[in-house]
């Protein structure tokens, strides 16, 4: 595990008025993952999450990958947010460097258990399960293996 592993890890599990310190620590390496994004068991940020970006209301289960310069967040920034939002990477996905993972206010986007998103692909979309998903906008490009 990477610092800011444990950090997120230890962040959990002291009383809420120190996370925010926690959270301050977890900027100075270069990434915004806020208190309320919930985050599973045995995730993953390798290089430190250098550059990471996460929505408040992102919700990311277990055994996933989230590799540097990675944004999950808001695609319509320019009108208000009303709460509406739902946006959940499933189980064992692997979102590669550079992806960015966008959705609107009232159109949820899921990512499907144990799906891959391409380095430096935009997804604006939901994914099925174990899909492979790649380019500019992002397309289905493949499926991965069951075992993997």
């Known amino acids: 595990m990477n610092a800011i592993e444990h950090l997120i890890g230890f ?4 009383p809420k008025p120190f996370r925010r310190f926690i959270t301050f620590l977890i900027q100075l390496y270069g990434a915004d ?3 309320t994004t919930q985050i599973g068991r045995n995730v993953r940020f390798p290089h430190n999450a250098t550059g990471t970006v996460l929505h408040p ?5 277990e055994n996933c990958v989230i590799y540097q ?3 999950i967040g808001r695609s319509d ?9 739902e946006l959940v990477i499933e189980e064992g996905c692997i979102v ?14 899921h990512v499907g258990k144990k ?4 380095a430096n692909a935009v997804l604006l979309c939901s ?7 790649a380019g500019v906008p992002a397309r289905k490009v493949g499926m991965r293996n069951q075992g993997n």
Do not use: C
């Open 11 to 14: 962040r959990n599990s002291i």
């Open 33 to 35: 993952i806020p208190q």
């Open 57 to 61: 209301n992102v919700v990311i289960k």
């Open 69 to 71: 310069n990675v944004t």
């Open 77 to 85: 920034v320019e009108k208000p947010f009303t709460g509406d939002f």
């Open 96 to 109: 590669g460097a550079g992806a960015k993972i966008l959705a609107a206010q009232g159109k949820p986007l």
């Open 115 to 118: 799906s891959m998103i391409g």
């Open 127 to 133: 994914t099925g399960d174990n899909e492979v998903w």
